[in-house]
Each structure stands twice: as structure tokens, then as C-alpha cells.
């Protein structure tokens, strides 16, 4: 099973909601990733999870929270959104988070901020 | 800095070989990937080469790699109308120690025709 699933697929949300993106893989990898993919663009890092701990931050912005709850899970957390937010977001997984990544991606979720 | 760079489109007819490119700046990089994205989808990992090999062959797909000329690409043969997807070239940008994040080029974008 090499399958990172992501919910939801699609999500509408307005500039005042609160919502939450979830991203879980069982291959029993230790490192997990959000990206962030505007369109006719490559992704982009955000944050980087390692053994559950946050290992990288790249400058986001704090509307945008990471979580991992446990080794299998990783969400985050919108809140007070632009619309220059929307965008895919895609979350990955690897063995570890070392220089022999070899990262799984999820198929995304598309997100709409109105 | 790192920077991968790739040519941003390539159109090729149904049954000819497909031959993308890409240049990246990190000499030190161990692994270089390929990706597919087909629309309104995730990452695909197609196929990964590690930097002291110079050719490597998986059915349909020969990578290439040039490390002195810091040069990787990616022949399909036999391309198929299914072939048509964003390809992302990738490398290790290394941030210390072991750990390393994926730095990926801008994505060609490949159309087949029948």
C-alpha cells in the first residue's frame, strides 16, 4: 500500500470559517509534508512533520495550523483565509526525512476561498 | 540557491519517444525524481535515480543523468494520449546534517497527439 488519502477532494469555505484538511498514510512512514500548488505552478513546501514534531516551518502564515495527532495522521487547520489562498493542497509522506526521500503524495485537496 | 529547470512544453504524436529535460544547481544532490501530475491530481512518483548511476530503465522510461552537467531527463517511449500530464523533475535540496526536502522544477507540460 503506497496510498496517501486525502479529505476532502474539494472544499469551498468563506474568508470567516474555520476548517481542517486531513491527510493519512499507513506505509509507517515517519515524515509527512503539506504543500501548497497555486495553478500552472510547481508545489511548494510549508511545513514538515518528523516523527510527529514540527521540523520545518517555511515562513507560513498562522492562519494555516499543522497537526499530527499521531504517526498516521496530519491535518491542517484553516482559519481566516485570503482568497489567494486557494490553491491544491497536497499533502506527502517518506520513509524518513532524510536526503534519500523518496515522498508519496496524496491526490489533493482543491481549495476555494470566497 | 537551489533552482531546477525545465522547458515548459513538449508536444509529441502518439507512438513517437518523448524526451524531457531538466538542469538543477545542487552537485551534491543524491536522489533526482521524476513526477506526474495528471490534471486536477496529486503527484505521481514515476521514477527516481540515484546520482551515481547514469542511466536507469524502467519499462517504458529511460532517465539519463549528466552529473557533470548537472542535467537529468526523461525519455518515454511509445508515448501514449495517456502520457499527457505536467511532468516535475525533483531534486534533494539538502538542508543539513541528513535531512533534505524536495525542491521541484516548474513541471512540463506534455501533450500527445493521436
Known amino acids: 500500500d503506497t496510498e496517501v488519502t486525502q479529505t476532502p477532494k474539494h472544499l469551498v469555505m468563506g474568508m470567516t470559517n474555520k476548517k481542517s484538511l486531513k491527510c493519512e498514510q499507513h506505509m509507517g512512514h515517519r515524515a509527512m509534508y503539506w504543500y501548497k500548488q497555486k495553478a500552472k505552478k510547481p508545489p511548494e513546501l510549508m511545513f514538515v512533520y518528523s516523527y510527529e514534531k514540527l521540523s520545518i516551518n517555511e515562513s507560513v502564515p498562522s492562519r494555516f495550523s499543522p497537526e499530527c495527532p499521531n504517526s498516521s495522521l496530519l491535518n491542517l487547520h484553516l482559519h481566516a483565509l485570503q482568497p489567494e489562498d486557494s490553491a491544491l493542497y497536497l499533502c506527502?509522506?517518506?520513509?524518513?526525512?532524510?536526503?534519500?526521500?523518496?515522498?508519496?503524495f496524496g491526490q489533493g485537496t482543491r481549495l476555494t476561498v470566497v | 540557491g537551489e533552482d531546477v529547470e525545465q522547458s515548459l512544453f513538449l508536444s509529441v504524436r502518439e507512438g513517437d519517444s518523448s524526451v524531457i529535460n531538466c538542469t538543477y544547481t545542487d552537485s551534491s544532490s543524491t536522489y533526482l525524481y521524476w513526477y506526474k501530475q495528471e490534471p486536477g491530481a496529486g503527484l505521481q512518483l514515476l521514477t527516481y535515480i540515484f546520482s551515481n548511476m547514469d542511466m536507469k530503465q524502467d519499462q517504458r522510461l529511460t532517465v539519463l543523468l549528466n552529473k557533470k552537467d548537472k542535467h537529468l531527463s526523461l525519455r518515454i517511449a511509445d508515448t501514449q494520449t495517456g502520457d499527457s500530464a505536467i511532468y516535475f523533475c525533483?531534486?534533494?535540496?539538502?538542508?543539513?546534517?541528513?535531512?533534505?526536502?524536495?525542491?521541484f522544477g516548474k513541471g512540463t507540460k506534455l501533450s500527445v497527439k493521436p
Open positions: 506527502a509522506s517518506s520513509q524518513e526525512e532524510t536526503v534519500n526521500t523518496e515522498a508519496f
Open positions: 525533483a531534486e534533494i535540496w539538502e538542508r543539513g546534517g541528513s535531512q533534505g526536502n524536495l525542491i
